[in-house]
């Protein structure tokens, strides 16, 4: 998904690649801004940290949009649109009834009940955070002294293991996160790796050697592509 701006007007477009076609993805409001999106697993409803008018109001918090009737369901309210008032990093469960994301100074993860529109906390000091596609896992990337992934119990939402730091992106099968390093490159460039969760070894994609920019890598069915 992406969000193109063309003066006061905003609009979410899917964009498919095989073969490339454009949509317009249809909303019963008006959506401004938007801070971060989440794609349930069957592709029929959006969950957005942002704000939208609609009837004259302005609305701020996370809500939902049911594809593609476009109907959207408000879900958290919060009294701003500000940035520093939104829950970032937004990640579905796979069954859609939770997410997790990232709000307000204390980086607080939290975990956002999407049926009952109830949110708590389950640690502070976290960078940003997604489900595993089995729904046993949340990864979290924790920012204190060092850098470094924590791997909580998705079921009991306590830690269960800590890795080094990744991209808290998941392999399809459950088993891998996503990690990008600039050990050995120059300037913003970095090499793709693999961390495997229960042993938590490190393998690196040689071809990607230097080779990516940051963090601009994800997973496609068992491949990576940057």
Same mark, same amino acid.
Request: proline residues 5%.
């Given at each position: 998904? %992406?969000?193109?701006?063309? &003066?006061?007007?905003?609009?979410?477009? %899917?964009?498919?690649?095989?073969?490339?076609?454009?949509?317009?993805?249809?909303? /019963?409001? +008006?959506? *401004?801004?938007?801070?971060?999106?989440?794609?349930?697993? %069957?592709?029929?409803r959006l969950l957005i940290s942002g704000g939208y008018e609609k009837g004259g109001s302005r609305y701020c918090g996370v809500f939902e949009?049911?594809?593609?009737? &476009?109907?959207? %369901?408000? $879900?958290?309210?919060?009294?701003? !649109? *500000?940035?520093?008032?939104?829950?970032?990093?937004?990640?579905?469960?796979?069954?859609?009834?939770?997410?997790?994301?990232v709000h307000g100074r204390s980086h607080s993860l939290d975990l956002i009940d999407t049926v009952h529109g109830e949110v708590k906390s389950?640690?502070?000091?976290?960078?940003?955070?997604?489900?595993s596609p089995d729904g046993r896992w949340i990864a979290a990337l924790e920012y204190r002294s060092k850098v470094r992934t924590v791997l909580?119990?998705?079921?009991?939402?306590?830690?269960?293991?800590?890795?080094?730091?990744?991209?808290?992106?998941?392999?399809?099968?459950?088993?891998?996160?996503?990690?990008?390093?600039?050990?050995? !490159?120059?300037?913003? +460039?970095?090499?793709? /790796?693999?961390?495997?969760? /229960?042993? &938590?070894?490190?393998?690196?994609?040689? +071809?990607? *050697? !230097?080779? $990516?920019? /940051?963090?601009?890598? &994800?997973?496609?069915?068992?491949?990576? $592509?940057?």
């Open positions: 998904m %992406r969000e193109p701006t063309m &003066g006061d007007k905003h609009e979410l477009y %899917r964009i498919d690649l095989n073969p490339i076609r454009v949509s317009a993805v249809p909303a /019963q409001a +008006s959506l *401004k801004p938007i801070h971060s999106i989440a794609v349930s697993l %069957r592709e029929d949009i049911s594809l593609p009737s &476009g109907n959207l %369901r408000s $879900v958290l309210e919060t009294p701003d !649109c *500000k940035y520093l008032s939104a829950w970032l990093y937004l990640s579905l469960s796979p069954d859609g009834k939770q997410a997790v994301a389950i640690g502070v000091g976290f960078m940003k955070a997604s489900w909580f119990d998705a079921r009991r939402l306590s830690p269960a293991k800590t890795l080094g730091e990744s991209e808290v992106e998941w392999s399809p099968d459950s088993r891998y996160l996503l990690a990008v390093t600039g050990r050995g !490159c120059s300037n913003e +460039s970095g090499t793709v /790796q693999t961390l495997h969760i /229960q042993s &938590g070894a490190r393998a690196t994609v040689e +071809s990607s *050697k !230097c080779q $990516v920019y /940051q963090t601009t890598a &994800g997973w496609v069915s068992s491949s990576i $592509v940057r």
